[in-house]
């Protein structure tokens, strides 16, 4: 079956503007994680959902949110882009809450000029 | 949460296996060790997990000490396809889908 998506897979924006990234998760999968990953700070968690409810966040400002849909298809979006908020952007599914392999995406990479 | 201490950096000669240790000395008993590794422009992928007993499937094969405070993965026979940063990651049993925290990993390189 199909693996995780993740749309666009490259996006250049301006520092000020914002952003909506997108997720597909695997099939059946009804948990997606997002992951923010920076050469300086590496892997880190940014959020979680499971049936459209957000179960975790991670210690990021409020510019960050993100949603679940009734598919279990995610966004996540970043308001008032920053420099520093240039990374790759990674979405991870997986079926449940206790399930323990989670699977990624490819990534979006996002670029703040 | 408990942190983990891998080595930055490994080589291996292809074809031959290679040991990927990670230390944990401050485990605890309800903690799984996970292990993810991430290719060159992809995300992490799921390598393998354990509790206390030994674990293989057909990627590596998974040894933990008898007090829990170190691991081991273990590749049977590396290949270039295996080079790759791997990180050894802490998770806590039956706390639901709790998110990974990854480290620094350790990078692996294969030559051939």
């Known amino acids: 079956k199909a693996g995780v998506t993740q749309t666009p897979r490259y996006l250049i924006k301006t520092r000020g503007q914002q952003v909506t990234l997108s997720c597909s998760p695997i099939?059946?999968?009804?948990?997606v994680s997002w992951y923010q990953q920076t050469p300086g700070q590496g892997l880190q968690f940014l959020f979680e959902?499971?049936?459209?409810?957000?179960?975790n966040k991670g210690n990021f400002p409020g510019r960050f949110s993100g949603r679940q849909f009734s598919n279990s298809r995610s966004e996540m979006n970043v308001s008032t882009l920053e420099l520093g908020d240039s990374a790759l952007y990674l979405c991870?599914?997986?079926?449940?809450?206790?399930?323990?392999?989670?699977?990624f995406g490819p990534g979006t990479r996002l670029t703040v000029t | 949460d408990a942190k983990t201490t891998q080595p930055n950096s490994m080589e291996s000669n292809e074809e031959e296996p290679v040991h990927l240790p990670c230390n944990h000395s401050?485990?605890?008993?309800?903690?799984?060790i996970h292990w993810y590794r991430q290719l060159p422009s992809q995300g992490p992928e799921y390598v393998i997990h354990?509790?206390?007993s030994n674990v293989n499937n057909r990627m590596a094969s998974l040894a933990i000490a008898e007090d829990r405070k170190s691991s081991t993965l273990i590749l049977h026979r590396a290949t270039l396809r295996d080079a790759a940063v791997y990180y050894c990651?802490?998770?806590?049993?039956?706390?639901?889908?709790?998110?990974?925290?990854f480290g620094k990993g350790t990078r692996l390189s294969v030559i051939a």
């Open positions: 099939s059946g999968h009804r948990s």
């Open positions: 990651i802490l998770r806590l049993r039956n706390s639901g889908n709790t998110p990974l925290v």
């Open positions: 401050t485990i605890s008993g309800t903690d799984y």
């Open positions: 354990g509790l206390t």
């Open positions: 959902y499971f049936s459209e409810t957000q179960r």
């Open positions: 991870a599914s997986s079926l449940g809450l206790r399930d323990y392999e989670q699977y």
